[in-house]
T-cell receptor, first 111, second 112 residues
Framework: SQQGEEDPQALSIQEGENATMNCSYK?????LQWYRQNSGRGLVHLIL?????REKHSGRLRVTLDTSKKSSSLLITASRAADTASYFC???????????FGSGTRLSIRP | DSGVTQTPKHLITATGQRVTLRCSPR?????VYWYQQSLDQGLQFLIQ???????AKGNILERFSAQQFPDLHSELNLSSLELGDSALYFC???????????FGEGSRLTVL
């Protein structure tokens, strides 16, 4: 299957804590992206990491990619209530080609 | 605002009917993707177009078809609708080079 598997399916943490979600996949990829979706809304791109990169940062986000283990993780530091959303990894198999989304992690931030 | 426009936002129709969903990509984006998201599920990739040509196909049913026009807008046609086709249908666009997708707000289809 070309779809990513995300873990955990749901995560509830206290505001201020860090949140980590993982994405595993089975076939080689060109890049991996992370998106956020607020309930019923369109997805918003967070970060893209290419297959030859190991780590990327954007604000409070840190993404790692381990191509040998075929896995990626998204870390959100110092979580806020506004981070409550579903997070999806998306696998890119070549430029200008299909992008396959994982099943998502539902993140809830408790005040 | 992503710059991607989808119409209609909501659509209620009956089984057996046919609907057309429309997507206008961001200015300058050549690539359009269609995804289906059923309630609380992930996104299922349906089809991708690049500059008017079909580039990749996913789990798109034979009852569904799509096209991208010369002005780069795209339409997704859903026919012989079934209850299970009720879902959010998202369109996304990209330049085709970076891989980053810009999503519209979706068209929510309810089949009764």
């Amino acid at each position: 299957s070309q779809q990513g598997e995300e873990d955990p399916q749901a995560l509830s943490i206290q505001e201020g804590e860090n949140a980590t979600m993982n994405c595993s996949y089975k076939t080689s990829i060109n890049n991996l992206q992370w998106y956020r979706q607020n309930s019923g809304r369109g997805l918003v791109h967070l970060i893209l990491i290419r297959s030859n990169e190991r780590e990327k940062h954007s604000g409070r986000l840190r993404v790692t990619l381990d191509t040998s283990k075929k896995s990626s993780s998204l870390l959100i530091t110092a979580s806020r209530a506004a981070d409550t959303a579903s997070y999806f990894c998306a696998l890119g198999y070549s430029s200008a080609s299909k992008i396959i989304f994982g099943s998502g992690t539902r993140l809830s931030i408790r005040p | 605002d992503s710059g991607v426009t989808q119409t209609p936002k909501h659509l209620i129709t009956a089984t057996g009917q046919r609907v057309t969903l429309r997507c206008s990509p961001r200015s300058g984006d050549l690539s359009v993707y269609w995804y289906q998201q059923s309630l609380d599920q992930g996104l299922q990739f349906l089809i991708q177009y690049y500059n008017g040509e079909e580039r990749a196909k996913g789990n798109i049913l034979e009852r569904f078809s799509a096209q991208q026009f010369p002005d780069l807008h795209s339409e997704l046609n859903l026919s012989s609708l079934e209850l299970g086709d009720s879902a959010l249908y998202f369109c996304a666009s990209s330049t085709g080079h970076t891989g980053e997708l810009f999503f519209g707000e979706g068209s929510r289809l309810t089949v009764l």
